[in-house]
């Protein structure tokens, strides 16, 4: 068993997720305590260009597994892939993004290597004994617990977005090696027939820097444009999300859907309007680094988290802040 640290660059349409670069900055420092090296391994096809962009992260090695079976993302087919690789090099730590494919990925990669995972994590370390330490939030984050994987080997860990930076860029290159998937189209029991996107381009929300949702206080789905002004006053990194309450009522996609059962966010800013701050709410957002509520009831659980708050009508509130965003970036 070696010590070497690999992580799993995702790309998704020939563009890779920023969590490859938080997975690089915060691998190369395990790597480091380990006295290993540093991998990445790149899947899809038509990729090759990524790997420069993979380049001065820290990485000594880019594994490509390049093919058309490999052209979207499936379980079966990464799974695979992953698994022969890291069953032919033995890395000690295998680390992934806790995204909407590296959530559905990881838990069987886990299960075919037979280690335990520790998905979801927001810190990661290396202990006096050399083993990987996984801090995940639990109960809604109210919880920090300190996860490890003593006997079984690769120690595997699902980082949450946005949580580590970006590491500063280098100009040391990596060594690239290609590598072959011994799997045929017809191996694969689920195939992808059509994928239907969303329209426009919006901002993942797990990657977003600023965030600002609504929730039922919004009344409705045109309501909802005043927070795209606001989101496009803070501009480029800046997203719209929702409560479950206003995607059920129609005001906003289902893909902007914050919680338990939405996606879970740590962007520098989640400005929340008119949501309570429910339980299975704050279980999406609540590490925020900052956050801001502004709700009408002083009652309401949301300020509980909130770092500040305004007791007020959103619909006042929210175009003044609009203003004032756009008051500062004019000075910028
Ligand atoms: C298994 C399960 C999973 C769930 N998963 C999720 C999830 O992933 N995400 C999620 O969000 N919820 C989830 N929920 C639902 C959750 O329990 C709450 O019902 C929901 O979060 C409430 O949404 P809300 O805060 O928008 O609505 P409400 O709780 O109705 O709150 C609306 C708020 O708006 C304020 N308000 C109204 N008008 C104004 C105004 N003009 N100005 C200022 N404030 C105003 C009110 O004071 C109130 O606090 C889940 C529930 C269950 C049971």
């Known amino acids: ?149 003593p006997e079984a080997r690769p120690q595997m860990a699902c980082l949450r977005p946005n949580v580590l930076p970006v590491p500063e860029r280098g100009s040391e290159k990596a060594e690239i090696e290609k590598v072959a998937v011994e799997l045929q189209p017809q191996d694969l029991k689920a195939t992808i027939k059509e994928m239907v996107k969303t329209a426009g381009e919006k901002i993942d929300l797990t990657e977003a820097s600023v965030i600002v949702s609504g929730g039922r206080g919004m009344a409705s789905k045109e309501n909802f444009k005043i927070l795209e002004e606001l989101a496009a006053a803070f501009g480029e990194g800046a997203a719209v999300g929702a409560s479950r309450s206003a995607v059920d009522s129609d005001f906003a996609p289902h893909d902007t859907q914050v919680g338990q059962t939405g996606k879970v966010v740590n962007p520098n800013l989640y400005i929340a309007c008119g949501i309570s701050g429910s339980i299975q709410h704050l279980a999406g957002m609540r590490t925020s680094k900052y956050i801001v509520a502004i709700n009408k009831d002083p009652e309401a659980p949301i300020f509980q988290v909130a770092d500040y708050g305004i007791v007020d009508d959103l619909f006042k509130i929210v175009p003044l802040f609009t203003e004032e965003v756009k008051k500062l970036k004019a000075q910028d």
């Open 1 to 149: 068993m070696s010590n070497n640290v690999w992580i799993i660059a995702e790309q998704k349409e020939g563009k890779l997720k920023k969590v490859s670069f938080e997975l690089l900055g915060i691998g190369k420092k395990l790597a480091e305590k380990t006295g290993g090296s540093l991998s990445a391994l790149l899947l899809g096809q038509q990729i090759d260009k990524l790997t420069e962009k993979l380049d001065g992260y820290g990485a000594s090695k880019i594994f490509v597994c390049d093919s058309e079976i490999l052209a979207n993302y499936s379980n079966e087919g990464y799974t695979k892939a992953i698994v022969d690789l890291v069953k032919a090099h033995n890395p000690a730590i295998l680390l992934g993004g806790a995204t909407a494919s590296g959530r559905d990925l990881f838990p069987r990669v886990a299960a075919r290597l037979e280690t335990g995972l520790a998905s979801d994590c927001v810190g990661l370390e290396i202990n006096n004994e050399g083993l990987l330490v996984a801090e995940r939030p639990l109960f809604a984050g109210k919880v920090l617990v300190d996860t490890l994987i």
